[in-house]
């Protein structure tokens, strides 16, 4: 029983980050109608921003983890604006191949710069030693991994909340719906494409700390 519950914990833990994966490659897809292949290739960017800074640089982790994270939204944000938005009204085939050039250059870039030598991503915890964790009738429970479930668990509900209350989540909703009667309606699309790549590249870099 106890091996049972430690691996049911341990695969929640995992489905936790591969669903932030998930969920910013999906908003992509719905809001522009491209499949980026792309995507994976943020999240080892977010690690990897996360452990420069961190690590080669000695800023402290929290601060070093929000920059790192908004670094991502943004060189997201710069993808979508710089590549993409000129491939508007291309064949998706075209767009979706463009992708993985894209994946291909920043993994380049990567591992270029991190060898073939593991990254350290500098430790939240430092007061537990090891990132910490706790043992519960035998069954392990890592704080990482306890912060990876509850992590997904939070964005899944604010992005539920911002799809329904707020302005721009309601004008991702219509433009996801049909894009041509969103800019009818004096939605900006360009505005529209451009948050959702933010928002994944934010989502994309949670997962690859996690």
């Known amino acids: 029983m106890t091996i049972f519950l430690q691996a049911t914990f341990e695969g929640l833990s995992l489905g936790s980050v591969y669903s932030l994966v998930a969920i910013g490659l ?10 980026s292949f792309a995507h994976p290739a943020l999240v080892v960017v977010g690690a990897g921003l996360i452990s420069a800074l961190a690590v080669d640089r000695g800023v402290p982790f929290w601060l070093a983890f929000i920059i790192g994270i908004i670094a991502t939204g943004l060189i997201g944000l710069i993808v979508e604006r710089t590549f993409l938005r ?10 979706a191949i463009l992708t993985i050039g894209i994946d291909i250059l920043l993994r380049t870039i990567l591992n270029n710069w991190i060898g073939l030598n593991p ?29 990876a479930f509850f992590t997904a668990v939070i964005v ?4 539920s909340i911002f799809f329904k209350k707020s302005k721009y989540g309601i004008a991702m909703r219509a433009t996801s719906y049909d894009q041509e009667a969103s800019l ?16 994944a590249g934010l989502l994309a870099s949670f997962a690859g700390f996690f």
């Open 26 to 35: 999906v908003l992509v897809y719905k809001a522009t109608d491209v499949l």
């Open 184 to 199: 009818a309606q004096g939605i900006d699309v360009g505005k529209i494409f451009a948050l959702v790549w933010f928002i």
């Open 119 to 147: 990254r350290y991503l500098g430790d939240p915890f430092p007061s537990f030693g090891n990132f910490g964790s706790v043992n519960i009738g035998g069954v392990v429970l890592k704080y990482l991994e306890i912060s």
């Open 156 to 159: 899944i509900i604010a992005l």
């Open 86 to 95: 000129p491939m508007v009204g291309e064949p998706v085939f075209s767009v």
